[in-house]
């Protein structure tokens, strides 16, 4: 059958075909690379061709094309804010592809950068609060596996102590702690979910489960300015997490990293080895003491530490498709801890999709990511009895008495049994012992912001989000462990859910009318949080009933918790001609925590002047920007952990031992607890003036911020009086406090040239905490808190050796005053009777030192020549003392029923004593000033090696390179202040691969 139409059919695809080829034979291509000074690419510049509507964005790597380019003389137009316009002309040959590469040089004063801030972003020439933002390019390098790793050193006002384990929890302040038993830690936002900080069992930092390499900037808001419109989760700062997301126009880029580490201890605590210790026993000790010494000379603390491996790898796809943006991400950290039989491995993916619809006026973000965890946690009280064990004895012995132990070396008493005070063998606890722990975490969320068409300005905007945690973990330990023994072993399991639901709506307004411009929102907010927890029996190793007496459930218990925040809040800015500029927020918050006080109110205010733009400044060469500001606010606190009721009245299941037999039955009681009806918020009024600077065509800039906090009705744990309740005592709102402090930080770029390029950033925190009231009247006499128990010499729970006191700081050292000999030693037991009675009784106690540093130190460069870089981070803590909880354990007891090793400080002492006040004396508080090489990073980029568009890059990272400090022990910089042997922080080797096509 013939087709008479199919010979035009053809004729008409040919010359439709031929024309598309003559119109692409045409046209060319324009491809290359955005990088800044540092020749590190700059992701999200727009490349535009001049007089036309072509263009595009640059990738992760800073990589573009733009295809389609009519051939002829093109002019390339590189944007970005905090960047000067870059236009670089470009001869497009047509059918092919023209490289362009664009250096960009950040302007003046870096003023048009978009900040991060509460619901939404400003210029940084329009904030006016104390904020800092950290980007990408700015991050600690290296092994970093925690989110908050990346800022550490680099913001003053934040301080970030970490700890040696993997996945270990981080004590993060800013401007010092707010509270004495409500919560000191920040409101963390995640890409607008603000999430629970009291974390889930199984996982030992809540924010292990965030990939670092998912993030694309940090915010730090400081002052109630910028913190009171999230009210009553703002009183301890806010810490906003912003995520890499794809960009629109982007072509689709593949990126991948590998890390791979090698960790080793950076120290170990000097202890007497085996002759040393045989030396000291044989001198000193009794017969039976010397005849339990063994033959070895065992390094225990180098029996339980190994060196450690860590492989971080991550892999991301980034760009549009069908011009929505893109991001998908996927990575796996295995990394192991310097004790044996610890490690962590962290699966986690992220997706992002970024899509603007109906012309561009609804935006739509959704994000979510997921991560799973498994933990193998090692017995931690291994690092304590490593420390003193009995270096003459060996690891594990043939003999028979050692066969019911699995073999291991233990100490016995006279009977052949095992001696219940005495250390346990370090390495039996950790081999002997099977804890594993799987958590997972999902936080997600969809954002919808949609300019409503009847009113230009006025645009809607609904974030609904969620955070779900979920943690289980078993532990098994067999009965032949020392450790359990007595009790025949360990099987225990747990398992805990946590749910953060969020709903917020708002709308935002903005007008220019004059020289004026307005942007004002208003908005509500729900939150629940859910805590729902399984408990299951203790069983022996046996699979035997063990039930210990402060137990009170069945197998199969569980119980949920629950609290629910509801918000209103509102803000208005104001900027007249970029010179004067106001801001003003509000926020109501309402709790379900407290019964007679659900609601606080928290308004904030301050103001700005651009010193700059006014005509005595605006043409000064030497001043490229001067702004002041000022700010008032007050932010709430409920955030007091897991005791979801304190307002309410409620009864706690008595014990099993305690119960009555009722019908044959047992019957546990109930006992009433401690409650408040009238318990209400902590609040924290925060003033705050502020000076941002910058000089030499802005080749050195900074801010300086001095601020004072005033928290209110601290929720404080009291003493009731007896017979009130069964209970010591509970939750009130009783006390007051205050912090004071100066922040200054300064960046200088000091060399800016073709190849090479020189910058030094540093900042300083000085901060003076005050207890200024403890009581519910000033007509009460001074009231002292004791807290900080510390350990004697069986590791025993021997007193508190700080104190809570009015006029003085928080946490405050309370000890008794040593008494020296002519030759300098301390005497033994011998104390300053500072009252003089005649006798040293606890009225001697005095308030001495604080863990708290009066300084906070960072410093930071970044150095490059060509394509190599290197960069490195110090930081620095002056003024902490450290409460030495080793040393104070540093004696020889000649009664003793065991032996038990110490430090070379018992051969300077020769103390025999455990009395309390020994103990407690003010020789053991050392100052804990420290200088520690963060991380050093030694980079080159080699560009495009394997194919056009593609790039490769080199790292080799040290981190804890070096540590100086007159301090004795360990390691100085410990949360609390006192050392009772510390999981060590390793020094750690990186070498990192990346590359992107």
């Known amino acids: 059958m013939k087709h008479p139409y199919l010979p035009k059919l053809l004729f ?34 727009t490349v535009l061709i001049s007089g036309t509507t072509l263009g595009t964005s640059t990738n992760s790597d800073g990589q573009y094309s733009i295809q389609n380019v009519p051939a002829g003389p093109q002019t390339i137009v590189a944007s970005f804010v905090g960047f000067t316009t870059m236009r670089r002309p470009v001869t497009v040959a047509a059918g092919q592809n023209s490289t362009v590469d664009v250096n960009l040089v950040e302007n003046t004063t870096l003023l048009n950068e978009a900040v991060v801030v509460a619901y939404g972003t400003q210029r940084r020439q329009d904030v006016t609060g104390a904020v800092s933002q950290i980007s990408e390019k700015e991050f600690v390098k290296g092994q970093v596996t ?42 963390i936002v995640i890409d607008g979910v603000p999430v629970d900080n009291i974390g889930v069992k199984g996982a030992s930092n809540p924010l292990a489960l965030i990939n670092p390499n998912d993030i694309e900037s940090i915010s730090v808001l400081k002052d109630a300015s910028s913190t009171a419109i999230y009210g009553s989760r703002g009183s301890n700062g806010v810490i906003i997490v912003t995520t890499k997301r794809g960009l629109q126009g982007e072509k689709l880029r593949v990126s991948a990293s590998t890390n791979y580490s090698i960790s080793e201890a950076a120290d170990y605590v000097d202890v007497l080895n085996g002759p040393e210790f045989r030396a000291l026993v ?121 066969a019911p132990f699995g073999g291991y070396f233990e100490v016995l ?111 509500y907010s729900w939150q629940e949080f859910q805590n729902k927890n399984y408990n299951f029996d203790d069983l022996r190793a046996d699979g035997s009933l063990f039930q210990p007496a402060n137990k ?47 609601w606080g109110y928290f308004p904030s205010a301050s103001v700005a002047w651009r010193l700059k733009g006014e005509d005595f400044l605006k043409d000064s060469k030497l001043i490229s920007d001067f702004k002041l500001r000022l700010g008032y606010g007050q932010t709430g606190q409920q955030d007091i952990g897991i005791n979801y009721y304190p ?93 004071k402090g100066v922040e200054v930080i300064t960046t200088v770029d000091a060399i800016k040239g073709d190849k090479f390029n020189l910058s030094v950033s540093g900042n300083a925190t000085f901060n003076r905490n005050k207890l200024t009231k403890l009581t519910t009247s000033d007509e009460i006499e001074r009231i002292d808190f004791l807290t900080g128990g510390i350990n004697n010499f069986d590791g025993v729970g021997n ?76 930081r620095s803590n002056i003024g902490n003392y450290v409460y030495n909880n080793i040393r104070s354990r540093s004696l020889y007891v000649p009664t003793s029923g065991y032996n038990r090793n110490s430090t070379p400080e018992v051969l300077k002492t020769g103390f025999t004593t455990t009395s309390p006040e020994q103990i407690q004396s003010d020789y053991y508080i050392e100052n804990g000033s420290f200088l520690r090489m963060q991380n050093i990073t030694l980079g080159y980029d080699f560009g495009s090696l394997v194919k056009e568009n593609s790039n490769l890059s080199l790292s080799f990272a040290v981190q804890n390179a070096f540590l100086i400090t007159k301090y004795s022990g360990l390691d100085p910089e410990i949360a609390n202040g006192i050392d009772n042997t510390v999981y060590p922080r390793p020094r750690t080797y990186t070498l990192g691969l990346n590359f992107g096509f």
């Open 12 to 45: 008409l695809l040919l010359f439709v075909c031929a024309g598309f080829t003559s119109a692409l034979a045409q046209t060319g291509s324009v491809s290359g690379r955005i990088v800044d000074e540092k020749n590190q690419g700059l992701p999200g510049v």
């Open 146 to 187: 925690n989110p908050e790793q990346l800022v550490q050193g680099k913001v003053a006002g934040l301080q970030v102590t970490t700890g040696g384990a993997p996945g270990a929890g981080s004590e993060i302040r800013i401007r010092g702690g707010s509270s004495l038993n409500a919560s000191n830690d920040p409101l």
């Open 282 to 402: 044989n001198a000193r000790g009794t017969a039976s003491q010397k005849a339990a010494l063994g033959t070895s000379n065992t390094d225990w603390q180098k029996a339980i530490y190994r060196t450690a491996n860590t492989s971080d790898n991550n892999v991301s796809l980034m760009g549009s498709i069908a011009n929505v943006p893109v991001r998908v991400s996927g990575g796996y950290l295995y990394q192991e801890g310097l004790l044996k039989r610890n490690d962590l491995k962290r699966y986690s993916g992220s997706v992002g999709v970024s899509p603007r619809l109906l012309n561009d006026n609804l935006k739509v973000d959704l994000n979510l990511r997921a991560s799973q965890i498994e933990n193998n946690f090692s017995n931690q009280g291994a690092v304590n009895s490593a420390v003193f064990f009995d270096p003459t004895q060996p690891i594990t012995s043939t003999s028979s008495e050692y």
């Open 413 to 523: 008493d006279a009977s052949g049994n095992l001696n219940t005070i005495a250390p346990r063998n370090p390495v039996s606890a950790i081999n002997q012992r099977n804890d594993r722990s799987t958590v997972n975490r999902s936080i997600g969320n969809a954002q919808l912001d949609y300019k409503l068409p009847f009113l230009s300005g006025l645009s809607a905007n609904l974030n609904l989000g969620f955070d779900v945690q979920r943690g289980k973990g078993t532990i098994d330990v067999p009965k032949t462990a020392g450790t359990d023994f007595n009790r025949g072993g360990v099987k225990q399991q747990y398992r805990q859910d946590l749910n953060n639901k969020l709903l917020e709506t708002l709308l935002k307004y903005n007008r220019e009318i004059g020289g004026a411009k307005f942007d004002v929102l208003g908005g």
């Open 552 to 598: 009170t459930y069945d197998n199969k218990t569980e119980f949920q918790d629950q609290y629910n925040l509801v918000s209103f809040f509102g803000r208005a800015n104001v900027n007249i001609k970029d010179r004067y500029l106001f801001t003003g927020t509000f926020r109501a918050d309402g709790t379900s925590r407290f019964a007679n006080n659900k």
């Open 647 to 739: 307002s309410l009245p409620f009864y706690t299941q008595g014990v099993r031992a305690s119960s009555y037999v009722i019908g044959g039955k047992p019957v546990t009681t109930l006992r009433p607890d401690f409650y408040s009806a009238d318990l209400k918020w902590e609040t924290t009024t925060t003033y705050n003036a502020g000076l941002d600077y910058g000089f030499f065509d802005g080749r050195v800039y900074g801010s300086v911020d001095v601020y004072k906090r005033d928290t209110d009705d601290l929720i404080n744990e009291v003493f009731v009086a007896a017979g009130s309740y069964p209970s010591n005592g509970g939750l009130l709102n009783v006390g007051s406090l205050t912090n």
């Open 799 to 874: 007193g508190d050796i700080q104190v809570n006191s009015v006029d003085y700081q928080a946490q405050s050292f309370f000890p008794y005053q040593q008494v020296y000999g002519t030759d300098g030693k301390p005497l033994e037991g011998v104390f300053v009777d500072r009252d003089g009675d005649g006798a040293i009784t606890v009225a001697d106690r005095y308030r001495y030192k604080s863990p708290r540093p009066t300084a906070i130190l960072g410093f930071s460069s970044n150095m490059s020549y060509g394509k190599a870089s290197l960069a490195f981070t110090l």
